[in-house]
């Protein structure tokens, strides 16, 4: 490979790159209100199917960012995925079912209808939508849709049990999990 081509190559990751980070933080702003409090955006990373498809971004929002060891602690907290892919709903459904039935396990069994009637909310998103699970340990998990509620869990023990897709031992995806736990430098 000659040196030009090498350098075009460089040349296009930094450009990628950068324009990764403008996207980022523009869809996923510094701090956003839930619940009437302002949650500060504690980390983020890059949301990948099948661990090498690039579909967007995600970032975790949090009342104070030393929560992150402590993510599946019952206090308030969302998780914001940003999409620049179009990925239809039953996507959502089936790795919600599969991640939760691996980290629930009975406990899977005894919450399903309350899961399933949640999970037949998501619908299929297209390139700049992006989707809320906003928790709050009275209220539950809320599921929006660019801004717009779809569904709500009311108990709180089940919604925050749902983050575990993200969270838990057998998570969606490793290395996002990972980003979401580290946090930002600032």
């Known amino acids: 490979m000659g040196k030009k081509s090498l350098t075009l190559i460089i040349t296009g990751l930094l450009i990628c790159q950068s324009s990764i980070s403008v996207f980022a933080n523009e869809s996923l702003p510094p701090k956003l209100m839930a619940n009437k409090m302002q949650l ?8 990948k199917a099948f661990m090498i498809i690039h579909v967007g971004y995600a970032a975790l929002y949090l009342n104070a960012c030393e929560q992150l060891n402590n993510v599946l602690s019952p206090e308030p907290k969302r998780l914001r995925f940003v999409y620049e892919r179009s990925i239809p709903a039953n996507a959502f459904q089936e790795a919600a079912v599969e991640y939760l039935k691996l980290n629930l396990g009975r406990k ?79």
Do not use: M
């Open 108 to 186: 899977y069994d005894v919450w399903q209808a309350t899961i399933e009637q949640f999970n037949q909310a998501y619908q299929p998103v297209k390139d700049g939508d992006y989707y809320d699970l906003s928790y709050h340990p009275k209220e539950g998990l809320t599921l929006a849709l660019n801004g717009a509620q779809l569904a709500t869990i009311n108990d709180p023990e089940i919604g925050l049990a749902y983050l575990n897709i993200w969270f838990g031992k057998d998570a969606f995806s490793e290395n996002l999990k990972a980003a979401l736990l580290t946090p930002e430098r600032i």
């Open 40 to 47: 500060k955006r504690c980390s983020q990373g890059e949301l």
